[in-house]
T-cell receptor
Framework: KQEVTQIPAALSVPEGENLVLNCSFTDSAIYNLQWFRQDPGKGLTSLLLIQSSQREQTSGRLNASLDKSSGRSTLYIAASQPGDSATYLCAVFTSGTYKYIFGTGTRLKVLA | DAGITQSPRHKVTETGTPVTLRCHQTENHRYMYWYRQDPGHGLRLIHYSYGVKDTDKGEVSDGYSVSRSKTEDFLLTLESATSSQTSVYFC?????????FGQGTRLTVV
């Protein structure tokens, strides 16, 4: 059974810092891994999708890496801004199951 | 935008009543999902569908049923609502660009 863990559960940083969010999964037979952002009371917004054959994906100040063999992904946020404050979730799509399994998220607060 | 609409967006219902939530998509996606989100638990999969009339259980399916008679609609039914089913419910689709979510339905069972 696939299990997804995100560490830390919460993070508070001053504006301008570079930061790393972590996601680990127990079954390396994944089809892809996706990072989402969720603002309070809102739905999930897709940030980055990494296919199992890829090592990383970049979008603006965001960079996500994937190491399937070790069951880890990281989301790197450069030069953080107060507008980055949100909960960040990772989800893995395990091969042959049709399912996305989510971690419990990292709640990020960027202080002005 | 993957064209996903959830209805209703908010609902208050009484314990023991049946409730149906609707997820509608406009882009002919094969895979559809129902999740619930609760503090401390993240998103948990209730049921999913991989085609018309093809559905399967997720990790928290007890007390819920689903139906998919058309590609575009995936219905989630609480046969007899309980207070433990108070939650925010999200519908999602998946395709080559990943998973995309609806805006959610906030359900309160009193």
């Amino acid at each position: 059974k696939q299990e997804v863990t995100q560490i830390p559960a919460a993070l508070s940083v001053p504006e301008g810092e570079n930061l790393v969010l972590n996601c680990s999964f127990t079954d390396s037979a994944i089809y892809n891994l996706q990072w989402f952002r969720q603002d309070p009371g809102k739905g999930l917004t897709s940030l980055l999708l990494i296919q199992s054959s890829q090592r990383e994906q970049t979008s603006g100040r965001l960079n996500a890496s994937l190491d399937k063999s070790s069951g880890r992904s990281t989301l790197y946020i450069a030069a953080s801004q107060p507008g980055d404050s949100a909960t960040y979730l990772c989800a893995v799509f395990t091969s042959g199951t049709y399912k996305y399994i989510f971690g419990t998220g990292t709640r990020l607060k960027v202080l002005a | 935008d993957a064209g996903i609409t959830q209805s209703p967006r908010h609902k208050v219902t009484e314990t023991g009543t049946p409730v149906t939530l609707r997820c509608h998509q406009t882009e002919n996606h094969r895979y559809m999902y129902w999740y619930r989100q609760d503090p401390g638990h993240g998103l948990r999969l209730i049921h999913y569908s991989y085609g018309v009339k093809d559905t399967d259980k997720g990790e928290v399916s007890d007390g819920y049923s689903v139906s998919r008679s058309k590609t575009e609609d995936f219905l989630l039914t609480l046969e007899s609502a309980t207070s433990s089913q108070t939650s925010v419910y999200f519908c999602a689709i998946s395709e080559s660009r990943g998973a995309f979510f609806g805006q959610g339905t906030r359900l309160t069972v009193v």
